[in-house]
Protein backbone atom coordinates (compact mmCIF):
# COMPACT_ATOMS: atom_id res chain seq x y z
CA UNK A 1 0.00 0.00 0.00
CA UNK A 2 2.50 2.23 0.96
CA UNK A 3 4.79 1.77 -2.32
CA UNK A 4 1.40 2.17 -4.05
CA UNK A 5 0.79 5.52 -2.90
CA UNK A 6 5.07 6.46 -2.48
CA UNK A 7 4.35 5.28 -6.30
CA UNK A 8 1.75 7.94 -7.24
CA UNK A 9 3.00 10.60 -5.82
CA UNK A 10 6.76 9.92 -7.97
CA UNK A 11 4.02 10.06 -10.54
CA UNK A 12 3.09 13.27 -10.06
CA UNK A 13 5.98 14.83 -9.08
CA UNK A 14 7.03 14.56 -12.70
CA UNK A 15 3.95 15.77 -14.32
CA UNK A 16 4.92 18.75 -16.57
CA UNK A 17 2.55 20.66 -14.59
CA UNK A 18 3.20 20.25 -11.34
CA UNK A 19 7.00 20.89 -12.55
CA UNK A 20 5.71 24.38 -13.62
CA UNK A 21 4.22 25.86 -10.64
CA UNK A 22 6.71 24.37 -8.52
CA UNK A 23 9.26 26.36 -10.32
CA UNK A 24 7.31 29.21 -10.42
CA UNK A 25 8.40 31.79 -7.82
CA UNK A 26 4.84 33.62 -7.67
CA UNK A 27 2.19 31.05 -8.03
CA UNK A 28 3.02 28.36 -4.62
CA UNK A 29 3.07 31.45 -2.21
CA UNK A 30 -0.13 32.80 -4.35
CA UNK A 31 -2.09 29.01 -3.63
CA UNK A 32 -0.48 29.14 -0.12
CA UNK A 33 -1.78 32.41 0.72
CA UNK A 34 -5.51 30.90 -0.68
CA UNK A 35 -5.01 28.30 1.92
CA UNK A 36 -4.72 30.24 4.69
CA UNK A 37 -7.51 32.32 3.72
CA UNK A 38 -9.99 29.39 3.57
CA UNK A 39 -8.48 27.96 6.64
CA UNK A 40 -9.53 31.11 8.23
CA UNK A 41 -12.86 30.86 7.13
CA UNK A 42 -13.33 27.06 7.31
CA UNK A 43 -11.81 26.80 10.71
CA UNK A 44 -13.06 29.65 12.09
CA UNK A 45 -16.37 29.20 11.63
CA UNK A 46 -16.10 25.54 12.85
CA UNK A 47 -14.31 26.45 16.20
CA UNK A 48 -17.59 29.22 16.72
CA UNK A 49 -20.13 26.38 16.09
CA UNK A 50 -17.86 23.77 18.65
CA UNK A 51 -17.78 26.94 21.03
CA UNK A 52 -21.45 27.12 20.73
CA UNK A 53 -21.39 23.42 21.61
CA UNK A 54 -19.46 23.81 24.47
CA UNK A 55 -21.90 26.44 26.07
CA UNK A 56 -18.72 28.56 26.37
CA UNK A 57 -19.17 31.09 23.37
CA UNK A 58 -21.98 32.10 21.21
CA UNK A 59 -25.08 31.50 23.38
CA UNK A 60 -27.99 33.57 22.67
CA UNK A 61 -28.24 31.63 19.40
CA UNK A 62 -29.49 28.43 19.31
CA UNK A 63 -27.41 25.44 18.15
CA UNK A 64 -29.83 24.53 14.84
CA UNK A 65 -29.46 27.54 13.41
CA UNK A 66 -25.89 28.23 14.06
CA UNK A 67 -25.10 24.91 12.40
CA UNK A 68 -27.85 25.81 9.43
CA UNK A 69 -26.40 29.00 9.35
CA UNK A 70 -22.90 28.85 9.25
CA UNK A 71 -22.56 25.59 7.45
CA UNK A 72 -22.45 26.68 3.77
CA UNK A 73 -19.67 29.28 4.90
CA UNK A 74 -18.26 26.26 6.41
CA UNK A 75 -18.10 24.59 3.51
CA UNK A 76 -17.12 27.40 1.07
CA UNK A 77 -13.50 27.72 3.32
CA UNK A 78 -13.42 24.17 3.17
CA UNK A 79 -13.65 24.21 -0.61
CA UNK A 80 -11.07 26.68 -0.62
CA UNK A 81 -8.63 25.25 1.49
CA UNK A 82 -9.36 21.72 0.21
CA UNK A 83 -8.54 22.96 -3.49
CA UNK A 84 -5.54 24.76 -2.60
CA UNK A 85 -3.97 21.94 -0.60
CA UNK A 86 -5.03 19.38 -2.99
CA UNK A 87 -2.92 21.95 -5.39
CA UNK A 88 -0.20 22.41 -3.27
CA UNK A 89 0.67 18.66 -2.56
CA UNK A 90 0.30 18.22 -6.55
CA UNK A 91 3.19 20.62 -6.78
CA UNK A 92 5.58 19.18 -4.66
CA UNK A 93 4.48 15.36 -4.07
CA UNK A 94 8.07 14.44 -3.11
CA UNK A 95 8.35 17.39 -0.20
CA UNK A 96 5.17 16.01 1.47
CA UNK A 97 5.27 12.05 0.92
CA UNK A 98 8.13 11.69 3.31
CA UNK A 99 6.36 14.39 5.75
CA UNK A 100 5.54 13.49 8.88
CA UNK A 101 3.84 16.55 9.57
CA UNK A 102 1.80 16.44 6.45
CA UNK A 103 0.50 12.43 7.67
CA UNK A 104 0.02 13.84 10.95
CA UNK A 105 -2.95 16.63 9.29
CA UNK A 106 -4.13 14.13 7.05
CA UNK A 107 -5.29 11.46 9.35
CA UNK A 108 -6.33 14.38 11.54
CA UNK A 109 -8.74 15.61 9.10
CA UNK A 110 -10.30 11.97 8.45
CA UNK A 111 -10.59 11.95 12.24
CA UNK A 112 -12.04 14.87 12.35
CA UNK A 113 -14.30 14.43 9.60
CA UNK A 114 -15.70 11.24 11.54
CA UNK A 115 -16.29 13.25 14.70
CA UNK A 116 -18.53 15.47 12.72
CA UNK A 117 -20.26 12.34 11.12
CA UNK A 118 -20.74 10.78 14.56
CA UNK A 119 -22.16 14.32 16.37
CA UNK A 120 -24.61 14.50 13.15
CA UNK A 121 -25.61 11.12 13.70
CA UNK A 122 -25.83 10.85 16.92
CA UNK A 123 -26.22 13.62 19.56
CA UNK A 124 -27.68 16.22 16.93
CA UNK A 125 -30.27 13.84 16.55
CA UNK A 126 -32.04 15.28 19.56
CA UNK A 127 -30.92 18.74 19.14
CA UNK A 128 -34.89 19.77 19.27
CA UNK A 129 -34.59 18.91 22.73
CA UNK A 130 -31.75 21.13 23.85
CA UNK A 131 -31.58 23.78 21.44
CA UNK A 132 -31.28 27.35 23.54
CA UNK A 133 -29.94 25.62 26.36
CA UNK A 134 -26.72 26.79 27.04
CA UNK A 135 -25.26 23.43 28.65
CA UNK A 136 -26.21 20.73 26.37
CA UNK A 137 -25.65 16.91 26.60
CA UNK A 138 -22.50 15.30 27.00
CA UNK A 139 -22.58 13.79 23.82
CA UNK A 140 -22.40 17.56 21.75
CA UNK A 141 -19.74 19.02 24.26
CA UNK A 142 -17.27 16.09 24.02
CA UNK A 143 -17.59 16.06 20.07
CA UNK A 144 -16.84 20.11 20.23
CA UNK A 145 -14.05 19.84 22.65
CA UNK A 146 -13.00 16.96 19.94
CA UNK A 147 -13.37 18.75 16.90
CA UNK A 148 -11.48 21.74 18.05
CA UNK A 149 -8.66 19.72 19.23
CA UNK A 150 -7.98 17.89 15.58
CA UNK A 151 -8.71 21.45 13.91
CA UNK A 152 -5.95 22.70 16.07
CA UNK A 153 -4.08 19.72 15.08
CA UNK A 154 -4.53 19.91 11.41
CA UNK A 155 -3.59 23.66 11.37
CA UNK A 156 -0.59 23.36 14.18
CA UNK A 157 1.10 20.38 11.76
CA UNK A 158 -0.15 21.99 8.55
CA UNK A 159 2.23 24.66 9.73
CA UNK A 160 5.03 21.99 10.31
CA UNK A 161 5.26 20.74 6.80
CA UNK A 162 7.72 23.67 6.48
CA UNK A 163 10.36 21.95 8.82
CA UNK A 164 11.67 18.44 7.64
CA UNK A 165 11.81 17.64 10.84
CA UNK A 166 11.96 13.15 11.20
CA UNK A 167 12.79 12.37 7.45
CA UNK B 1 14.70 55.66 14.96
CA UNK B 2 12.49 52.90 13.77
CA UNK B 3 15.99 50.64 13.04
CA UNK B 4 17.10 51.33 16.10
CA UNK B 5 14.28 50.04 17.57
CA UNK B 6 14.58 46.43 15.68
CA UNK B 7 18.21 46.17 15.88
CA UNK B 8 17.42 46.62 19.70
CA UNK B 9 14.76 43.52 20.17
CA UNK B 10 16.85 41.52 17.47
CA UNK B 11 19.68 41.48 20.20
CA UNK B 12 17.52 40.98 23.24
CA UNK B 13 18.76 38.23 25.09
CA UNK B 14 14.80 36.91 25.03
CA UNK B 15 14.59 37.01 21.02
CA UNK B 16 18.07 35.21 20.68
CA UNK B 17 17.06 32.58 22.90
CA UNK B 18 13.29 31.87 20.93
CA UNK B 19 16.17 31.68 17.57
CA UNK B 20 17.91 29.42 19.43
CA UNK B 21 15.16 26.56 19.42
CA UNK B 22 14.23 25.51 16.41
CA UNK B 23 11.01 23.48 17.62
CA UNK B 24 10.12 26.55 19.81
CA UNK B 25 10.44 28.99 17.24
CA UNK B 26 8.10 26.60 15.17
CA UNK B 27 5.33 26.00 17.59
CA UNK B 28 4.93 29.10 18.55
CA UNK B 29 4.15 30.13 14.41
CA UNK B 30 2.09 26.90 14.48
CA UNK B 31 0.23 28.05 17.77
CA UNK B 32 -0.16 31.73 16.28
CA UNK B 33 -1.96 30.08 13.12
CA UNK B 34 -5.20 28.51 16.08
CA UNK B 35 -5.46 32.01 17.18
CA UNK B 36 -5.91 32.98 13.71
CA UNK B 37 -8.60 30.90 13.08
CA UNK B 38 -10.06 31.56 16.49
CA UNK B 39 -9.68 35.58 15.76
CA UNK B 40 -11.23 34.93 11.96
CA UNK B 41 -14.01 32.91 13.39
CA UNK B 42 -14.66 35.69 15.80
CA UNK B 43 -14.46 38.40 13.09
CA UNK B 44 -16.36 36.45 10.39
CA UNK B 45 -19.65 35.55 12.25
CA UNK B 46 -20.49 38.92 13.11
CA UNK B 47 -19.50 40.61 9.73
CA UNK B 48 -22.04 37.68 8.21
CA UNK B 49 -24.58 38.90 10.39
CA UNK B 50 -24.20 42.29 9.38
CA UNK B 51 -24.51 41.56 6.14
CA UNK B 52 -27.34 39.35 6.30
CA UNK B 53 -25.38 36.06 5.38
CA UNK B 54 -25.65 34.46 8.66
CA UNK B 55 -27.96 34.47 12.03
CA UNK B 56 -30.35 37.07 10.78
CA UNK B 57 -33.10 35.74 13.39
CA UNK B 58 -30.90 37.07 16.26
CA UNK B 59 -30.00 41.42 16.87
CA UNK B 60 -26.06 42.01 15.34
CA UNK B 61 -25.91 43.91 18.58
CA UNK B 62 -26.40 40.24 20.15
CA UNK B 63 -23.87 38.10 18.57
CA UNK B 64 -21.40 40.45 18.48
CA UNK B 65 -21.06 40.43 22.25
CA UNK B 66 -21.34 36.97 22.10
CA UNK B 67 -18.14 36.95 19.94
CA UNK B 68 -16.65 39.28 21.93
CA UNK B 69 -14.87 37.77 24.39
CA UNK B 70 -13.43 35.27 21.38
CA UNK B 71 -12.41 38.62 19.33
CA UNK B 72 -9.94 40.16 21.88
CA UNK B 73 -8.68 36.76 23.35
CA UNK B 74 -7.90 35.28 20.02
CA UNK B 75 -6.36 38.84 19.34
CA UNK B 76 -4.55 38.58 22.74
CA UNK B 77 -3.21 35.40 21.64
CA UNK B 78 -1.97 36.63 18.49
CA UNK B 79 -0.52 39.68 20.15
CA UNK B 80 1.66 37.09 22.21
CA UNK B 81 2.60 34.82 19.87
CA UNK B 82 3.59 37.14 17.23
CA UNK B 83 5.41 39.90 18.96
CA UNK B 84 8.06 37.20 20.03
CA UNK B 85 8.31 36.09 16.21
CA UNK B 86 9.05 39.60 15.18
CA UNK B 87 11.09 40.24 17.77
CA UNK B 88 13.48 36.94 16.85
CA UNK B 89 13.47 37.65 13.39
CA UNK B 90 13.53 41.57 13.74
CA UNK B 91 15.68 42.43 10.44
CA UNK B 92 14.01 40.40 8.55
CA UNK B 93 10.60 42.07 9.89
CA UNK B 94 12.31 45.45 9.59
CA UNK B 95 13.55 45.28 5.53
CA UNK B 96 10.28 43.38 4.72
CA UNK B 97 7.77 45.60 2.76
CA UNK B 98 4.66 42.73 3.63
CA UNK B 99 5.53 43.33 7.72
CA UNK B 100 4.81 46.82 6.78
CA UNK B 101 1.78 46.55 4.63
CA UNK B 102 0.48 43.79 7.67
CA UNK B 103 0.96 46.68 10.40
CA UNK B 104 -0.28 49.56 8.68
CA UNK B 105 -3.67 47.50 7.55
CA UNK B 106 -3.75 46.09 11.41
CA UNK B 107 -3.74 49.79 12.49
CA UNK B 108 -6.72 50.62 10.53
CA UNK B 109 -8.21 47.17 10.64
CA UNK B 110 -7.87 47.74 14.92
CA UNK B 111 -9.39 51.52 14.63
CA UNK B 112 -12.32 50.52 12.35
CA UNK B 113 -13.24 47.62 14.28
CA UNK B 114 -13.12 49.20 17.46
CA UNK B 115 -14.60 52.57 16.67
CA UNK B 116 -17.21 52.48 13.53
CA UNK B 117 -17.70 49.00 13.64
CA UNK B 118 -18.47 48.62 17.11
CA UNK B 119 -20.75 51.54 16.71
CA UNK B 120 -23.12 49.96 13.76
CA UNK B 121 -22.92 46.60 15.36
CA UNK B 122 -23.77 47.74 18.96
CA UNK B 123 -26.72 50.14 17.79
CA UNK B 124 -30.31 48.88 17.84
CA UNK B 125 -31.85 48.78 15.17
CA UNK B 126 -35.27 46.88 14.21
CA UNK B 127 -36.19 43.95 11.68
CA UNK B 128 -33.10 41.67 11.13
CA UNK B 129 -31.00 45.23 11.28
CA UNK B 130 -29.51 44.66 7.70
CA UNK B 131 -28.78 47.86 5.89
CA UNK B 132 -26.62 49.38 3.10
CA UNK B 133 -24.51 51.06 5.53
CA UNK B 134 -24.03 47.50 7.72
CA UNK B 135 -23.29 45.65 4.50
CA UNK B 136 -20.62 47.85 4.09
CA UNK B 137 -19.11 47.75 7.49
CA UNK B 138 -19.37 43.93 7.28
CA UNK B 139 -17.47 43.41 3.74
CA UNK B 140 -14.82 46.72 4.90
CA UNK B 141 -14.04 44.81 8.41
CA UNK B 142 -13.24 41.34 6.03
CA UNK B 143 -11.61 42.99 3.43
CA UNK B 144 -9.02 44.50 6.12
CA UNK B 145 -8.62 41.57 8.14
CA UNK B 146 -7.56 40.01 5.01
CA UNK B 147 -5.48 41.92 4.58
CA UNK B 148 -3.94 41.61 7.71
CA UNK B 149 -3.62 38.02 7.39
CA UNK B 150 -2.45 37.88 3.61
CA UNK B 151 0.71 39.59 3.98
CA UNK B 152 1.32 38.09 7.39
CA UNK B 153 2.13 34.49 4.94
CA UNK B 154 4.17 36.37 2.17
CA UNK B 155 6.71 37.86 4.86
CA UNK B 156 8.52 34.55 5.26
CA UNK B 157 7.98 33.84 1.91
CA UNK B 158 9.58 37.08 0.30
CA UNK B 159 12.69 37.76 2.40
Redesign the interface.
Known amino acids: MLMLIKSVFEWVNEFPSSIAIRESIYVY ?1 AI ?2 VH ?2 G ?3 F ?6 MD ?1 RLLGI ?5 SIS ?2 QR ?2 FP ?1 QMVGMSISAISGLVLVYTQPMRFYPNVFFWIKTVMMLVAGANVLAFHYGAYRTVADWDTKVKTPLGARVSGIVSIVL ?2 LV ?6 I ?2 NWFQ | MMLSLFKWMGELEFSKALGAS ?1 WQF ?2 V ?3 H ?2 F ?10 VD ?1 RLMG ?6 PVS ?2 A ?3 Q ?2 LIGGFIGLLLTGVPQMMQNAMREYYSIFFWIKMGFMALALIFTFTLRRQVTLAATGGTGVTFQTKVVGLVSILLW ?1 MV ?2 PA ?2 IG ?2 S
Open positions: PLTIVMCVAGLVIMLGNNSTQIRLWWAIMSGRLAY | VALQAVLVLAVFAGAVLILRALTDRQVRDAPWAAIRLLF
